[in-house]
Structure formats: structure tokens, C-alpha cells
Nanobody, 126 residues
């Protein structure tokens, strides 16, 4: 049974930092590409950052480039999102997702992902 469990969300003030984690189990974690998505109330779910299965390539949405960093530890089956310089517009439910298997692919498109976590809430106040 595939499971993705996010943690690390919370409430911070503008300019603050948070580190999200996503623990995966029940599938061949190290050969799946992964991503973080977010969804604010009344808005579409959008891709934030993605990473290849080995972690060698990353890609970010323009809105978070230079502020967020995606990484993974395949030995621990865990995906991370370090979020710095947070803004009120970053407020959303954050989801991790896994797709593949592939050793080279990465994407911010929702339909390229097979497995999703339940989400963790991030709230940034001004």
C-alpha cells in the first residue's frame, strides 16, 4: 500500500521559514520522481517544485524560485521542501506527489503523478 505522509506545516509570519517533509512507503521510492504542489482556497492546485528520482535535477515555479529548495534523501525515503522568505501568498495546503518510475523525468503537471499525500497546511501572516 502506497503512502505519502507530509509534515512540517504551520503558521509563520512574513519572512519566516518552514521545512516540509514527506515520508514515502509501499513503493520503489528511489526510482520515482517527486514534487510539491500547493492549493489555496478557491484556487487550482499548482506545482511548486519537482525533483528527479536521483535528486540530480530540480525545477521550480517562478513564484518560489530563489526562496524554496526541494531535496530528497532516498536512504530515508523522504522528500523535503525548505521554504524561506515566506509571503502571505504562500499560504496553502501543501501536498507531495510521486510519479514514475523514471530516472530522468520531472514535471510540475498534476496529471503526471500517481500518488499523493494528504497535505500539510502552511499559513503565512503579514
Amino acid at each position: 500500500q502506497v503512502q505519502l505522509v507530509e509534515s512540517g506545516g504551520g503558521s509563520v509570519q512574513t519572512g519566516g521559514s518552514l521545512r516540509l517533509s514527506c515520508a514515502g512507503s509501499g513503493y520503489a521510492y528511489s526510482i520515482y520522481y517527486m514534487a510539491w504542489f500547493r492549493q489555496a482556497p478557491g484556487k487550482e492546485r499548482e506545482g511548486v517544485a519537482t525533483i528527479t528520482s536521483g535528486g540530480g535535477t530540480t525545477y521550480y515555479a517562478d513564484s518560489v524560485k530563489g526562496r524554496f529548495t526541494i531535496s530528497r534523501d532516498n536512504a530515508k525515503n523522504t522528500l523535503y521542501l525548505q521554504m524561506n522568505s515566506l509571503r502571505p501568498e504562500d499560504t496553502a495546503m501543501y501536498y507531495c506527489a510521486a510519479g514514475g518510475p523514471s530516472t530522468w523525468y520531472f514535471s510540475l503537471a498534476r496529471d503526471k503523478y500517481d500518488y499523493w499525500g494528504q497535505g500539510t497546511q502552511v499559513t503565512v501572516s503579514s
